[in-house]
Every structure is written in structure tokens, then in C-alpha cells.
């Protein structure tokens, strides 16, 4: 079995011992227990791989640095980013579901860690770890994906709470998931100042799956309908019209750890380049005795480098307490537009074999595509880059 990351990129300033000790623990968990192997990729087995997997992975207790607050069950007070990016480029690398399932747990778990009451806290972060609820975060519309604040979910006041009403779409985990961390407009103020978070149970009734959507890579993905669910007012999570705040600090977490997903499915593809190449024969010879090939991978190396670099320094400053705006926006479009290109060149060294469904190379083609569009696209990155550039 392939190994992840090398020695060199553990030794970087970046890490310290107890970084290359988890890393070194993962990575054999993962031999164990991941495969790389293809799987049945109709709805019905997607779902229930990502069941087991979420189950595998609490067991294994890795959901624990997925989520912060140690009386609840989990690794820190706060989230580790250097863990959090070292287990999602190590799933990554050795199975994409499995960093789905990892990622999302934290994602749909992230809202309450972060602003939940505690009774909020103790009632779902305990199980959200230990493998047994599976999380979603519903803030994406039919009208609103880039531009958040366009939401028209609505959460109507009433004298026992609310009633939602409305769309959510493109929900990772929706049909599967067990509750839904939920964002509506409450008007308070309008556009972004007037909007709330929840917490809603997926049996909810008027909470209904309206539609499965399946994607290039299948994950469990749904677009949810609010039929006048009714919530409490102890379902909402932080203040009444600060749900936009409650969803950016939870994004904000995690955006460094899409760039460490693109860092696996490109580490993984360059693995998988470099043998081909040594062992493809040719015109009498090896791939990789032609120099166009030694450029190739001279490339796909250098890219995968600078990608790591980024994002360990994002993570590295936001473990130092820093604000990491522009550093997190360069990492997550400079590492998942380079494992989109290192990705192709290494289907383009396989020939025939690099479309053939069901090698690994052609699974991370179809894996990485949606990492350059959700948790803000590329385009939307580089705004934020060039407005801190301009006003800091
Ligand atoms: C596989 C997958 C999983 C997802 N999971 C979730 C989830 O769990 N929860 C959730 O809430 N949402 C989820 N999403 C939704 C995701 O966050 C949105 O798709 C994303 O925000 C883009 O929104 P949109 O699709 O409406 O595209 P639009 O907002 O319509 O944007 C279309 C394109 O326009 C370009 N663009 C955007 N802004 C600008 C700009 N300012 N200037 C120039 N060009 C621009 C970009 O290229 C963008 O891709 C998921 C999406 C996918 C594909």
C-alpha cells in the first residue's frame, strides 16, 4: 500500500513531533482500514458506505478533531487545523467518500461548537463523534449559493418559535443525515444582518427531501423542502439575526481543510503517476525515461509543493490565533485549481487507462471538480484576496 505524505514535507517548520506521530497513526489506520478499491456507485450503496464510514471513523476516534469541546467528547477546546488538514489530506489520499463523511460530520457539527447552548452542545456533539448522528449544513439555495445573503428561506416568528419555509439545495448528507443545521431569514435587518441559524431533526415533520442530486463523484446530496416546519426558539443557534456570523466562522474553520483534501487527491495522483511511469513500457523503454515525462512530473511535483506550503501555512497561523482570510483563500483556490491540473496530467500519462471507469486515476478526475466550486469558488476567493490585498 502507498503511503501518504514523505518524511521531507512532516519535517517542514509546520509541524511538530506530536503532528508526525498522529500523521504516522493515520496513515496506518488508514492502510488497515480504508480501500481504495471502487465501489458500487448506485445511491443506495453510496449511502450506506457513508454510514459505515462515518461509523468507522468514530470508532477510530478521528470525528474527535472534527469538532472542538473536550466535555463533549472531543480532541480540544478548540479545533486543531494542522490535525484537521492532516486527516483530511490523508483520507483524501486513501479514499474520498471516507473524507466526505469525515468532513461533513465537522461541517454540520461546526455551528453548534462553535455558538450552540450547552444544552445544545451535549445533546448532539457526543454522538456527531462518536460516528452515530450524521450532520448537515443547509445554508445553499436555488437562488443563493455565491451570494449567501440572496436567501429567502424563511423562519417565521410565532408565539412557541418558528415556522421555516423554503428551500435548501445542494446539501451534503441530505436524505442521510440525521439533523440539519438550518439557515433562514428571520428579518431583523435586511440582507445579511437578518438572518438566523437552527438546529432541525431530519424527521421533522414538513421536512421533506424533495429531490436526490447525483454529481460527477457520487456523495449523498439532496435539495430539502420546508413545508411550515415548526422549531423552538431553543433550536436556535446564537443570537437571533446573527446567522450569517454563525455560518462564515463555521466556513471559516474549515476552508483551509478543502485545500488539504485537494493536497490528498493530488498527492494520490502523483503516486500513481510516478509508478505507472516507472513500470508503462514503450518504444522499447520506460514512460518515465522520456524527459517530456520527467517535465511533466517535474511539474506536477512542484505544483503539489507549493500547494502544501500554502495550506500548512494557513493552518500553522490560524493554530497561532492569527486571522487567516487572504491565507485561507490562497490555499483553497491554489490547491484545488493545482490538483485539478495535476489530476489531469496524470489521466493523460495513464492513455486509455486514465478514462477507464474504476482506476484510481479517473475516480480523483471526478473527485476533485466540485472542491473548485463549493465552500466559496475560485472566483469568489480570489475577491477576497484581492479586496484584503486592497483595504488589508
Ligand atoms: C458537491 C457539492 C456539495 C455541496 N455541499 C453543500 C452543503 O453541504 N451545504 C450547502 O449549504 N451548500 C453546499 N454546496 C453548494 C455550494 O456551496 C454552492 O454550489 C456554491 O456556493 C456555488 O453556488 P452556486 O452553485 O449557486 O453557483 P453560483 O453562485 O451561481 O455561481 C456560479 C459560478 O459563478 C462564478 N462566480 C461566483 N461568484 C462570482 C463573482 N463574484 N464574480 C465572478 N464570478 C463569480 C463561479 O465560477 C461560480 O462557480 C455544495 C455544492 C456541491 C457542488
Partial sequence: MATNQGPAELNWPFFNASHRDFKRLLDSWCQRHLITATHDESRSAVDAECVRLVALLGNGGWLAHAVAGQAHGAAAEQIETRNLCLLRETLAYHNGLSDFAFAMQGLGAGAISLHGTPEQKARYLPSVIQGKALAAFALSEPQAGSDVAAMQCRAQSTPEGYLLEGHKTWISNGGIAHFYVVFARTDEAPGAKGISAFVVSADSPGLVIEERIDVVAPHPLATLRFDKVAVTAAQRIGTAGEGFKVAMTTLDVFRTSV??????????????????????????????????????????????????????????LRDQGERITREAAMAKMAA???????????????????????????SLYREIRALRIYEGATEVQQLIIGKDLLHG
Avoid: C, P
Avoid at 338 to 359: P, T
Fill in 259 to 316: 485545500a488539504a483534501a485537494a493536497l490528498g487527491f493530488a498527492r494520490r495522483a502523483l503516486h500513481e503517476a510516478l509508478s505507472w511511469a516507472r513500470s508503462r513500457q514503450m518504444f522499447g523503454q520506460s514512460l518515465g525515461d522520456f524527459q517530456i515525462t520527467q517535465a511533466k512530473l517535474a511539474q506536477m511535483a512542484t505544483l503539489l509543493d507549493a500547494s502544501t506550503l500554502l495550506t500548512y501555512r494557513a493552518a500553522w
Fill in 336 to 362: 484545488t485549481e493545482n490538483a485539478q491540473q495535476i489530476i489531469d496530467m496524470a489521466v493523460q500519462m495513464h492513455g486509455g487507462m486514465g478514462v477507464k471507469k474504476g482506476s484510481v486515476v479517473e
